[in-house]
């Protein structure tokens, strides 16, 4: 009999449970992010091309070398006019088949052969 007396009771207090929601409270001592809504509705960043081919080629006139190394998007090569340089020169193109320009140079071509037109006039033709 007694039973019958606590089962309201047992159903008030499991009601009384379900009321309450099962999260657990976050505490932090740092500041809020400035930025975090910035960032959060910031575009997406695009990784940086990868590179697709790095070509030495052997050019005319004066049999001298030149390295490029092609970028994956067709838009951008590196040139070392000097094979021996550590870095090239980063030249770009507006859209994929167009000439590559920066630093006084205009590379036209692909990983098969290329024409460089250098900053003092002369042009030179290569082939891999």
Do not use: W
Not at 26 to 40: G, T
Not at 83 to 101: D, I, N, S
Not at 109 to 116: I, K, L, M, S
Request: with cysteine; net charge negative.
């Amino acid at each position: 009999m007694n039973y019958i007396k606590l089962a309201p009771l047992a159903a008030v207090a499991l009601l009384s449970l379900s009321a309450c929601q099962n999260k657990v409270e976050e505490v932090d001592s740092r500041a809020p992010d400035p930025m975090a809504a910035e960032l959060r509705n910031a575009a997406p960043v695009e990784p940086p091309p990868s590179i697709a081919d790095s070509v030495t080629f052997r050019c005319q006139p004066g049999n001298k070398l030149v390295a490029v190394d092609f970028f994956s998007g067709d838009k951008m090569i590196t040139l070392k006019t000097d094979v021996e340089a550590p870095v090239g020169k980063t030249l770009k193109a507006e859209e994929a088949g167009q000439p590559f320009t920066g630093e006084g140079y205009t590379v036209t071509g692909t990983p098969n052969a290329v024409t460089v037109e250098q900053p003092d006039g002369d042009t030179l033709t290569c082939k891999a």
